[in-house]
Structures are given as structure tokens and as C-alpha cells.
């Protein structure tokens, strides 16, 4: 069963261009992983430091996998101080 995930990214006042740049680099890598059938990044309109990821997957243990990836790993590394929240949401289509 394909699954959805809606994950926001709150960047801290002032990190914002540093979390947009973090982000931009798990595009690409990310869409060429197994099972990774669409990955898009958002920004708000009203607010340049929220950031929402729409993604699909075939499979949550796919997902799973990108979750332990070490491209994910360094976005952590890179990126640590510099988010205030983070909220992932695992969905089913109706």
C-alpha cells in the first residue's frame, strides 16, 4: 500500500535560507531511492521559514530506509540549531 507523508520543517528566525538550502540538496537524491515515487518541498507563502515536504512512497519500509539514509543523517548534522519544529505525518489516500 503506497504511503504519504506530510513532514514540516520549521526553520529558527534567521536559519531560514540555511534550512531552504539543506532541504534543496535531499531533492535529488532522494527522488532516485527505492520506492520513492514523488518528493516535492513547499515553502509558505506567508512564511519563507516553514517548509513542507509532500512525499510518496510504495511502501513504508521503503520509507523507512530513506528515513536511515546518510544523506538524511547529514541534513541533521548540518541543519542542528537551525530547526525549531519538525512534525511528520505517515497518511493513507481515502
Known amino acids: 500500500m503506497t504511503l504519504t507523508i506530510v513532514a514540516n520543517i520549521h526553520a529558527a528566525k534567521g536559519k531560514e535560507d540555511l534550512v531552504k538550502a539543506e532541504l534543496e540538496k535531499l531533492i535529488d537524491i532522494t527522488r532516485a531511492e527505492a520506492g ?49 519544529e519538525f512534525t511528520v505525518n505517515e497518511m493513507s489516500r481515502i
Open 36 to 84: 520513492c515515487l514523488q518528493y516535492d518541498l513547499h515553502v509558505d507563502n506567508e512564511n519563507p521559514g516553514h517548509f513542507m515536504f509532500y512525499e510518496n512512497w510504495e511502501n513504508r519500509e521503503l520509507w523507512q530506509d530513506h528515513m536511515n539514509a546518510p544523506h538524511l543523517a547529514a541534513y541533521m548534522v548540518a541543519t542542528e540549531g537551525a530547526v525549531d
